[in-house]
């Protein structure tokens, strides 16, 4: 059982940056792969980055390369969201979501609160 908390989210102004912490619970943090989703009012819930086990591999969701980094530290059991340049388009809310090896590849069983992230324009 993994508990997933996000932090850091919050209002910023166009052009600004947020950096999204998700905290999990338990002692097999790096046997997961990890994802940021988010959700904006009326659409659909959308993967933003992914993060494989050690952090070697990661993914972006085109309308966010070369914006947003996703990293990870194993020791603190803690996956982060760098978001920089944010434009309207990005306000949503933000879920971290965990993988398990016990799932399929790019299927997620644990799922945090999510946060809020608005960009004022």
């Known amino acids: 059982q993994v508990q997933l908390v996000e932090s850091g989210g919050g209002l910023v102004q166009v052009g600004g940056s947020l950096r999204l912490s998700c905290a999990a619970s338990?002692?097999?943090?790096?046997?997961?792969?990890m994802g940021w989703f988010r959700q904006a009012p009326g659409k659909e819930r959308e993967v933003v980055a992914r993060?494989?086990?050690?952090?070697?591999?990661?993914y972006y969701t085109h309308s966010v390369k070369g914006r947003f980094t996703v990293s990870r530290d194993n020791a603190k059991n803690t996956v982060y969201l760098q978001m920089n340049s944010l434009k309207p388009e990005d306000t949503a809310v933000y879920y971290c979501?965990?993988?398990?090896?016990?799932?399929?590849?790019?299927?997620?069983?644990?799922w945090g609160q999510g946060t809020q992230v608005t960009v004022s324009s």
């Open positions: 979501a965990a993988s398990s090896p016990a799932v399929a590849a790019g299927r997620y069983d644990y």
């Open positions: 338990g002692r097999t943090f790096s046997s997961y792969a």
């Open positions: 993060i494989s086990q050690s952090g070697s591999s990661t």
